[in-house]
């Protein structure tokens, strides 16, 4: 059983264009953090969000943490080229260590 | 360099050998993790590390697998007798807080291969 659900698991779009992709879970996290991941690389961290309906943007890139902090959605305006790579949720528990990751959804952007 | 460090970048190994996964952490960094990432998976918890001790090695698939990490620093993952669903990415990341607090920084993986 998959703890966080990414969706979509594909997306190919064309430059310029807007997209969202969502982070799902039944269980409540403490905190939820996105990761994106280029070929070859680890992932690199880009946002954490830990409260209730939190919205947090980075240029382009606007990030959401549902009321009951069991969701969360990436949402990217005028997509980029460079935007394209693998989007992974990953969430933590209270003091837990362990984060959980999502498969990711991988974004391809086209000139 | 001043990112967590893997060797080897790639490991090509036939079915039944023995390979050993190496990471150099960012200096400073008490926790340690290691995961891994097969195609079309999410990334999968191993084991994690504070200090030298290894308090959750849950993750770790069967007792083929086996880490340990030594000054606090360096880690190896090693994989007895490998068998071909253990080919995957096997990434290491280090961090000062704990998740969800701070930042994991992950190296770029050790991918293997077992023919």
């Known amino acids: 059983t998959q703890l966080l659900e990414q969706s979509p698991q594909f997306l190919s779009i064309q430059e310029g264009e807007n997209l969202t992709v969502y982070c799902n879970s039944s269980?409540?996290?403490?905190?939820l953090q996105w990761y994106r991941q280029e070929p070859g690389e680890g992932p690199v961290l880009l946002v954490t969000?830990?409260?209730?309906?939190e919205v947090k943007k980075l240029k382009r890139l606007t990030f959401q943490f549902g009321d009951a902090r069991k969701d969360s959605s990436l949402h990217i305006t005028a997509a980029q080229p460079g935007d394209t790579g693998l989007y992974l949720c990953?969430?933590?528990?209270?003091?837990?260590?362990?984060?959980?990751f999502g498969k990711g959804t991988l974004l391809t952007v086209n000139p | 360099g001043a990112g967590v460090s893997q060797s080897p970048s790639n490991k090509v190994t036939e079915k039944g050998k023995d390979v050993e996964l190496r990471c150099d952490p960012i200096?400073?960094?008490?926790?340690l993790y290691w995961y891994r990432q097969s195609l079309g998976q999410g990334l999968e918890f191993l084991i994690y590390?504070?200090?030298?001790?290894?308090?959750?090695k849950s993750g770790l698939p069967s007792d083929r697998f086996s880490a340990e990490r030594t000054g606090g620093s360096v880690s190896t993952l090693t994989i007895q007798r490998t068998q071909q669903e253990d080919s995957a990415v096997y990434l290491c990341?280090?961090?000062?807080?704990?998740?969800?607090?701070?930042?994991?920084?992950f190296g770029e993986g050790s991918r293997l291969t077992v023919l």
């Open positions: 200096s400073g960094h008490t926790a």
């Open positions: 990953a969430g933590a528990k209270g003091s837990n260590y362990k984060l959980t």
């Open positions: 269980s409540v996290f403490s905190s």
């Open positions: 969000v830990v409260t209730g309906g």
């Open positions: 590390f504070q200090g030298n001790s290894a308090p959750d």
């Open positions: 990341a280090s961090s000062f807080l704990l998740p969800g607090t701070g930042e994991l920084f």
